[in-house]
């Protein structure tokens, strides 16, 4: 068993421009102790292997611990510098890239797709489909793709292993890449998770002349001070990486990490990243697009980011078409919308021990998760490395944590 230290943290003050203290939020030392029993007894029952989680506010971190193991066979625990897969965390920092390109005036939210990315000019859109008889039919979309939908997911592109059609079409043709694959909705009909952030990436190359990793080096990552995000791991750091755990008939099984850690360069996913990283782009989510001394996006993009997007069009629940990679989801279906970049939560009956309504959130394949309040000022990661998404114990992880920030947060 790992025992972290507990960070305890009073009620801080932040000096003003005007040369007066204000009050900051804080989880004060009642509140680490209490986050830290419940993660301390979570590893120890076996619910998870390992993991961190960082909760912070728009200027300090007011916790950062680890649990657990990074590398169960290796007897390595789990550490607060622990590089984590985070897959689908890095469509928010897509988002934000191409919200940087929207403020240049280089990009418009309600361009057409095709205008960059001619492939995607009258795309087809599934009519039907038989699982069982192994059969579909598609239709031309009477209406084009837009910047503004790949930001909100509702572009109508799927993921194969999500929609069960999808996953039918890919077998059969052999194809699982969104240009070649249909639309699973007409575009802009409804919400549906998919490949869309991959597309916007694709987008940003086109318009920058540059690939997207070194765009977002040079606009987020290098900014941000964010020194472990990248695509792949240098080999000096590899053994910081987690290994990845599968849930088997009740038990997790370990796949040690390969020699190399390096994945193609997607807007969707596949970033290797900290808690400690991601919160830096947390907090400039927090302070409306400022760190330090650098404005990187305009107040008024990131408010237009949190802001409901999608109108009446709510979050709806996710299949699958693979029970070991992912459980339906995600929460707050019926009740969230989306923004650019971000599920933003709406719950219908808000209780005080949840994340407070209009808080920006997503996640990672591999259950690594992460919110931002804007009304508490406080951001959160809580960050696991195991399959399926949207595993029981793994939730109940997240669910815990949650309920531990806001039952002891104290804000200004």
Known sequence: MTRALILAVGIGFAVTAAGTTAPRPSLGARGAKAMSSFLDEAVTRGDVPGVVVLVTGPDRVLYHEAFGSRDVAQHLPMQKDTIFRIASMTKALTSAAAMMLVEQGKLGLDDEVATYLPAFKNPQVIRRVDLVAGTWETRPA???????????????????????????????????????????????????????????????ERISGESLEAFMQQHLFGPLGMQDTGWSVPAAEAARVATLHQRLHGRLVETPNPAVLSAAVRGDGRLFSTAADYARFIRLMLNEGRTGHAQLLKPETVREMRRNQTGDLKVRLQPTADAGYSRPFPAGVGEDVWGFGFQIAMPATPRPDMRRPGSMTWAGIDNTFFWIDPQSKVGVLVMMQLLPFYDESALRVLDGVESRVYQNLRTP
């Open 142 to 204: 009477t209406r084009p793709l837009t910047i503004r939908q790949l930001l909100t997911h509702t572009s109508g592109i799927g993921y194969v292993w999500s929609d069960p059609g999808l996953a039918l079409i890919g077998k059969v043709t052999g194809s699982t890449s969104e240009v070649d694959l249909p639309l699973v909705h007409e575009p802009g009909a409804q919400w549906t998770y998919g490949a869309s952030t991959k597309v916007l990436g694709d987008v940003i």
